[in-house]
Nanobody, 128 residues
Framework: QAQLVESGGGLVQAGGSLRLSCAAS????????MGWFRQAPGKERAFVAR????????YYADSVKGRFTISRDNAKNTVYLQMNSLKAEDTAVYYC?????????????????????WGQGTQVTVSS
């Protein structure tokens, strides 16, 4: 199976930027897509963005569209989440996830149970 490790979290002021990284290792050849989720204290884990490994097709949650960008570097087995114009409401633990079954460009893959592997999470705190 694949292992995922997130990095890049930290403390930033509202309006600032952070870039998160998720590096996959181990059995990575069967990964079709990777996504980012986040969980704020006392709340359910929520979808943020996802990307297809093959063609780079992306999908975003409405709450982050226009502010966050997901990208991939397949040679490095790494996915990134560039977060701009951060708000206090973005404060959460951010998790990387990988899906090992095919999905089309029009499939959202926005639910937790549509992913097979998860990272340990990285804390993002936005101060206001």
């Amino acid at each position: 199976q694949a292992q995922l490790v997130e990095s890049g979290g930290g403390l930033v002021q509202a309006g600032g930027s952070l870039r998160l990284s998720c590096a996959a290792s181990g059995r990575t050849f069967n990964i079709y897509g990777m996504g980012w989720f986040r969980q704020a204290p006392g709340k359910e884990r929520a979808f943020v963005a996802r990307i297809k490994r093959s063609n780079g097709n992306t999908y975003y949650a409405d709450s982050v569209k226009g502010r966050f960008t997901i990208s991939r570097d397949n040679a490095k087995n790494t996915v990134y989440l560039q977060m701009n114009s951060l708000k206090a409401e973005d404060t959460a633990v951010y998790y990387c996830a990988a899906r090992n079954t095919y999905f089309s460009d029009t499939y959202y893959a926005s639910r937790e149970n549509e992913y097979d592997y998860w990272g340990q999470g990285t804390q993002v705190t936005v101060s206001s």
